[in-house]
């Protein structure tokens, strides 16, 4: 057992319940926080003035929006199957919350006179748990499109069921190394472990793979094939209204905090403060290292409203291709990288070993990248020339068809 479990395992039944209260009104603030700061930023990018009226610089319009929803009115449509059609949104936000059971938001504090840590509890396989609660969450979108009992929603929730498929693969496969170099897969061991380098620099591949995988996971834009308005009108939540929306809504923004904090966690190493400023990890008794936690996941935020605000929506045939033909590949190619690379560290390999083997992979990604390269320049080619270029390698010629097949 493990320090932080020693620690999580003497708190009292009371603190655990306050502790989750306190995480799950940091959830949904977040939530009215998040789409405000979303409205604000993208009509900045887009030279607008965004939501300004209610409260001081708009703060209440959020919650606004939140009362409005609940006094519309809720509809069900006369073909839908009721009891499905109702438990899909509470899927759909119940299992957003649950991410938040590991992931450790400060370090060792004072809380009402016990040490402890703000974090519910730590699991020895607590990453393995996130993923797994988020595949459970899919099922709220695909029943949620499946009971609606209308074609549009129906194809969004298939959607979504096969986009979280794709990338939660590439996600697993990206998060591999991070078990390796850290030895464990309790959020706390992985936040102990980035104590000198973050693994964003270390396992920069992982760390991409990641932010491309957590974006398609959301469902967000250019991702947000599942609910894509172009084609699918409003998507799998086209026929909800009042509450059951809300609920959809709120399952979004708390998603995408949750995976901001996996990743604040996994690779900008945790609640700990920004190198050199380490000193600041005591103040207020440990509880600003949340500011240094929840400053992270704002950065992660950002990222998201960006790409949203500057990319437009990817076809799905792209979509699907992009993350089984590139992001699961190289997550695989890279997996086999660092594991032979920390076998030969542990063997006390020698320096010039490990450069030549180092050197080798640069060489054939650099080989691989022109092959690709020159595929991707003769296929522009033949598309300008409207005819297909002969092969640069020696192929038989097709026979031609015999008579008595043409007449046949």
């Given at each position: 057992m493990t320090a932080t479990q020693q620690l999580l395992g003497t708190d009292p039944g009371w603190i655990i319940l306050v502790k989750g209260l306190i995480i799950f009104v940091i959830c949904v603030v977040a939530t009215l926080l998040c789409v405000w700061g979303e409205r604000r930023i993208v009509a900045f990018m887009q030279m607008r003035v965004g939501p300004n009226r209610v409260g001081k610089f708009g703060l209440l319009q959020s919650l606004a929006d939140g009362v409005k929803l609940a006094l519309k009115e809720d509809l069900i449509?006369?073909?839908?199957?009721?009891?499905?059609?109702v438990i899909a949104p509470i899927i759909s936000a119940t299992t957003c919350f649950m991410s938040f059971a590991v992931i450790p938001l400060t370090g060792t504090v004072q809380f009402?006179?016990?040490?402890?840590?703000?974090q519910?509890?730590?699991?020895?396989?607590g990453v393995l748990y996130v993923l797994a609660v988020a595949s459970v969450g899919v099922y709220g979108i695909v029943l949620a499109g499946w009971s609606s009992g209308s074609t549009y929603p129906l194809l969004g929730g298939l959607r979504s069921s096969a986009q979280v498929i794709s990338y939660e693969v590439a996600m697993g496969l990206s998060l591999v190394a991070v078990f390796i170099y850290a030895g464990s897969m309790s959020t706390s061991d992985i936040v102990a472990a980035q104590n000198h380098w973050w693994f964003s620099v270390v396992l920069f591949p992982s760390f991409v793979i990641y932010a491309i995988s957590m974006v398609g996971e959301t469902n967000r834009a250019p991702f947000d094939l599942a609910e894509a308005e172009g084609e699918l009108v409003g998507g799998f939540h086209t026929e909800y209204s009042s509450l059951k929306f809300a609920l959809f809504f709120l399952a979004e923004y708390v998603n995408i905090v949750a995976v901001s904090s996996l990743a604040t966690t996994l690779f900008m190493g945790g609640y700990h403060a920004l190198p050199g400023l380490g000193f600041t990890e005591t103040w207020l008794g440990g509880w600003f290292t949340m500011v240094w936690f929840l400053a992270k996941v704002v950065a992660f935020f950002f990222l998201f409203v960006w790409l949203r605000g500057t990319l437009p929506r990817m076809r799905y045939d792209q979509f699907m291709q992009f993350g089984w033909k590139v992001l699961i590949p190289i997550s695989l190619v890279w997996i086999m990288v660092v594991s032979t690379l920390r076998v030969m560290s542990q063997r006390n390999v020698g320096r010039m070993a490990t450069g030549g083997?180092?050197?080798?992979?640069?060489?054939?990604?650099?080989?691989?990248?022109?092959?690709?390269?020159?595929?991707?320049?003769?296929?522009?080619?033949?598309?300008?020339l409207g005819e297909q270029l002969p092969p640069s390698f020696p192929v038989p010629e097709i026979p031609a068809p015999r008579a008595e097949q043409l007449n046949g």
């Open positions: 449509p006369k073909t839908a199957d009721r009891i499905v059609f009402f006179g016990h040490k402890t840590i703000l519910l509890t730590d699991l020895p396989v083997f180092t050197l080798g992979v640069v060489i054939l990604i650099i080989a691989a990248s022109s092959l690709l390269d020159s595929n991707k320049r003769r296929k522009a080619r033949e598309d300008e």
